[in-house]
């Protein structure tokens, strides 16, 4: 049994990803191409067929698509910047705020997993609140964690430090609850193994418990980071900021009636900034989780 | 190895599950010595890898000793006595090859550069030059369960312990690994407690057949194999390979066992999992 009876080497992986990943935007601007046809038909005929349900189709209801992203490009205010100048400034502010609430929540939440995994006691006291705390609406708790962390806050994290925990109160849910279902799904055989290495039980979540966690870590990961963005805006609300991206919702809101392209395109911008989250979370999923093809989401 | 006491060294031995209170195991005794290749071969339900696990400290029995190397199985374990395989490769996907076989070097506390002449001297052993760098699911199945016992005797374990290896492989393949396993037994000087359901591949293999009957599993019969080595493909040929066959058959039938072991291997297997 000589390896050169065996198949030569069967995939160098890695080398192959450039073109796929072509492949798969090209494929995300069709559907775009496609979205905003559908769009453009509707309210081409809605207009001709003066359609009335489920809503009247007009420029308010739904701005051509070309306009919203026109808009952009306008000045926001009289003699003002330009919209997309204003809008990347406030999305530059809510990443900030999301991004510190992912890393935090993630973290956070991966911790509160490992604990629980290691203990059946804990975690059968403790999951039911954890599911509790997703119960709550976070319009209901976040002007206490403004209240409780502001003031405790060093200045430059001043204001927007409370958001980042809002934004990480939302994150770590679905971080917990996955990751505690990654690492229990370890082989028991592998358990086994380990266990006739006499390894201790830290050795056995080292070195294989939280790697066989780890592709269920990052599909939570995929799910927490769009999230940790809407977790941001929404969390600037009842804190008053005015500098991200939620600042420029209110606003738009205001002026619908005499420019809804405004609001459309903030919305464009907010949309933007999750698809960016999800992106540097699947890119990072790709460089750090060697798994057989078919087990990479 | 060279102790004087047996490799291992089996007393009166009991196995009941608490769970369907299921008696596994009854009486069993039974002694390896080193340098042995002993193989245990029955019907579903014998307990033949409850036995193993017990060996190997990973389950305990209700009642008897277990001596390992002289010592209790579980002083034994903690001492990195043996090596274990199992039928699937149970390989870390995230893992390569090199990295898998030198896990267990890892957690005896092997400094790196010790990890990679060993590990080098693996990969030669069990002839997998040239993929080191590959992650399992690039390999074949034959190719895993080569990979998973350079991990199991990397640290040179005295013992090799192995639950129906090949038991996933198809015949092709499974009887060049068996070749393969006695040059490594040769070379490595190990002992090797290798469970079956396949009569030719426990004959080919082992010194000594452990034929056992259904539950409760007990030692229906010894099957001295005198055939000469080294063992290669002649010795299927051999006029007393048949006889040998006839006669774990025999014994296997003794035990109210054998209807078709060889036709039913992967439900066998199964019922035994649910064990």
């Known amino acids: 049994m000589s390896s050169a009876a065996v198949a030569r080497p069967v995939v160098e992986p890695r080398r192959e990803t450039l073109l796929p990943a072509l492949k798969s935007a090209g494929l995300s601007l069709l559907v775009l191409a496609v979205l905003w046809a559908l769009w453009e038909a509707y309210k081409w005929l809605g207009e001709r067929l003066e359609l009335t349900r489920p809503f009247p189709v007009n420029e308010r209801t739904m701005p051509h698509i070309h306009d919203m992203v026109g808009q952009l490009f306008e000045p926001s205010r009289r003699n003002g910047p330009l919209l997309i100048d204003v809008l990347l400034d406030a999305a530059a502010f809510t990443a900030k705020e999301a991004a510190a609430g ?16 290691e203990s059946r006691l804990l ?26 962390v502001n003031p405790k806050l060093p200045e ?131 460089l750090l989780v060697r798994r057989a093809p078919e087990n990479v989401a | 190895m060279s102790t004087g006491a047996a490799a291992v060294s089996i007393t009166g031995l009991s196995k009941r599950f608490e769970r369907g209170d299921v008696l596994a195991l009854e009486r069993i005794d039974l002694d390896v010595q080193p340098g042995e290749f002993v193989s245990l071969i029955g019907p579903s339900g014998c307990g033949k890898s409850t036995l193993l696990r017990i060996i190997g400290d990973l389950i305990r029995p209700t009642d008897g000793d277990v001596l390992v190397n002289g010592k209790s199985a579980h002083r034994a374990r903690l001492d990195r006595d043996y090596g274990i395989v199992f039928q699937d ?58 990979v998973s016992i350079a991990r199991a005797l990397s640290f040179s374990p005295p013992l090799l312990l192995m639950d129906e290896p090949f038991g996933a492989l198809d015949e092709m393949t499974r009887e060049r690994m068996n070749n393969e396993l006695l040059r490594i037994w040769q070379e490595t000087l190990s002992t090797v407690v290798f469970v079956t359901h396949s009569i030719a591949e426990s004959v080919f293999l082992s010194t000594r057949v452990v034929v056992m009957s259904a539950r409760p599993g007990r030692i229906a019969g010894v099957v001295e194999v005198d055939l000469p080595q080294p063992r290669g493909p002649e010795t299927r040929e051999h006029p007393h390979f048949a006889e040998l066959i006839t006669e774990v058959r025999r014994l296997l039938r003794k035990g109210h066992a054998l209807d078709a072991p060889e036709e039913d291997e992967e439900t066998l297997y199964v019922a035994e999992e649910g064990l």
């Open chain 1, 123 to 148: 975690q059968r006291g403790f999951l039911p609140y954890l599911v509790a705390s997703q119960t709550i609406p976070i319009l209901a708790i976040a002007p206490m964690v403004v209240i409780w």
């Open chain 1, 102 to 117: 992912f890393l935090l929540g993630a973290a956070a939440g991966f911790a509160i997993a490992v604990v629980l995994s």
């Open chain 2, 89 to 146: 490769a149970v390989l870390y996907d995230w893992r390569t090859v090199a990295k898998n076989i030198a896990l267990p070097l890892e957690m005896a506390g092997w400094d790196r550069k010790r990890r990679e002449t060993r590990v080098g001297e693996m990969v030669d052993l069990v002839e997998l030059t040239g993929f080191e760098k590959h992650h399992p699911w690039q390999l074949s199945g034959g190719m895993q369960q080569r």
């Open chain 1, 156 to 286: 430059s994290l001043a204001g927007w430090g409370a958001v980042a925990v809002i934004a990480a109160y939302l994150t770590f849910f679905p971080v917990t609850i996955n990751t505690l279902r990654g690492l229990q799904s370890a082989d028991p055989r592998a358990v086994e193994l380990m266990r006739s290495y006499a390894a201790s039980r830290w050795k056995i979540l080292w070195k294989l418990r939280i790697p066989a966690s780890f592709p269920f870590l990052f599909t939570a990961l995929k799910i927490a980071a769009p999230a940790a963005v809407v977790g941001a805006i929404i969390g600037e609300l009842p804190s008053s900021i005015q500098d991200g991206l939620a600042g420029a919702i209110l606003n738009f809101n205001q002026y619908y009636i005499t420019s809804p392209e405004s609001l459309w395109a903030t919305n464009i911008i907010a949309a933007a900034l999750g698809i960016i989250f999800f992106v540097v979370v699947a890119l990072a999923e790709r």
